[in-house]
């Protein structure tokens, strides 16, 4: 078992900045692919930005390229989303997500929420106009 914590989020200001982070731990020794997903309300959970295991390889939503940067520690289970920009419509709960199980990451699996197998309970970000 994988458990899964997000934190960061909060209330900002549009053209403002948030940093999140988010920690994977259960499995001493073992480095996990993860993911930040948002779901605003009414609508789906949507695919943000991506990190391999070993950092090697990101990918990013057309929607937050070029204004969010996903990192993570080194050797460690810690990604972090920075969110520069921010715009009202990137209000939404962000989700974490690690996989640990199935196939490596790539540009054809990275950003559906099957590919996943543990998430945390998610953290409000909320932008105002």
């Known amino acids: 078992q994988v458990h899964v914590v997000e934190s960061g989020g909060g209330l900002v200001q549009a053209g403002g900045s948030l940093r999140l982070s988010c920690t994977a731990s259960?499995?001493?020794?073992?480095?996990?692919?993860m993911a930040w997903f948002r779901q605003a309300p009414m609508k789906e959970r949507v695919s943000v930005a991506a990190?391999?295991?070993?950092?090697?390889?990101?990918f990013y939503a057309s929607s937050v390229q070029g204004r969010f940067t996903i990192s993570r520690a080194d050797a460690e289970n810690t990604a972090y989303l920075e969110m520069h920009t921010l715009k009202p419509e990137d209000t939404a709960i962000y989700y974490c997500a690690t996989a640990v199980w199935g196939p490596a990451l790539d540009s054809g699996n990275w950003d559906a929420v099957r590919t996943y197998d543990y998430w945390g309970q998610g953290t409000q970000v909320t932008v105002s106009s």
């Open positions: 990190i391999t295991w070993n950092g090697g390889s990101t």
């Open positions: 259960g499995r001493p020794g073992g480095r996990f692919s």
